[in-house]
């Protein structure tokens, strides 16, 4: 089973700064197949990038998603009162899908 | 529009078993993997298994296999999964997630059902 792991576990952060966001697999993930995804209180997650750089319908350019192999990030250029919540990522190249633990942003 | 709806709280005593439903709308029922996670408060979410609904063919987390079931029912566009024998650690919201089905790859779960709370108490 791949373990992903994610750091920060927390990020605090003003509005319109800039957030960097790390996940790092346990091993390589198969084709890139990474999933970054936001979730705020009370909601189920919601998909912001696919294939580590893709984003999904939708989602506003200020999401971006890089990396390969093992190490991936997702950058958040201009913070939004609404990105403050919960981000996982996902690999979803092997079986069991896993996900990271979390990094949480908050308001500075 | 597109969207996955499943069904409301549950509260079971620890032995009991439990089974939420998620039924889809807006898209073709038969062209997308269902699968079903579950999260605790404060953690990420866990990956429990998914099914093809088109064919029911399945697929379930090592930890799961023996006390979980999937099922689908192509008429009504709905998903089930039961878990049997619940403990108090089985307490968590319990998702509906789907993915395209596809020979050339794998997808992320574009769209997820609005959660399920399942407690389990004496």
């Known amino acids: 089973e791949i373990v992903l792991t994610q750091s920060p576990g927390t990020l605090s952060l003003s509005p319109g700064e800039r957030a960097t966001l790390s996940c790092r697999a346990s091993?390589?993930?198969?084709?890139?197949?990474l999933a970054w995804y936001q979730q705020k209180p009370g909601q189920a997650p919601r998909l912001l990038i696919y294939d580590a750089s893709n984003r999904a319908t939708g989602i506003p350019d200020r999401f971006g998603g890089s990396g390969s192999g093992a190490d991936f990030t997702l950058t958040i250029s201009r913070l939004e009162p609404e990105d403050f919540a919960v981000y996982y990522c996902q690999q979803y190249g092997s079986s069991p899908r896993t996900f990271g633990q979390g990094t949480k942003v908050e308001i500075k | 529009q597109v969207q996955l709806v499943q069904s409301g709280a549950e509260v079971k005593k620890p032995g009991a078993s439990v089974k939420v439903s998620c039924k889809a709308s807006g898209y073709t029922f038969t062209g997308y993997y269902i699968h079903w996670l579950r999260q605790v408060p404060g953690q990420g979410p866990e990956w429990m298994g998914l099914i093809n609904p088109g064919s029911g063919s399945t697929t379930y987390k090592h930890k799961f296999r023996g006390r979980v079931t999937m099922t689908s029912d192509t008429s009504t566009s709905t998903t089930y999964m039961e878990v049997s024998s619940l403990r108090s650690e089985d307490t968590a919201f319990y998702y509906c997630a789907r993915e395209e089905v596809t020979s050339i790859g794998w997808y992320a779960f574009d769209v997820w059902g609005q959660g399920t709370i399942v407690t389990v108490s004496p």
């Open positions: 091993q390589s993930v198969s084709d890139n197949y």
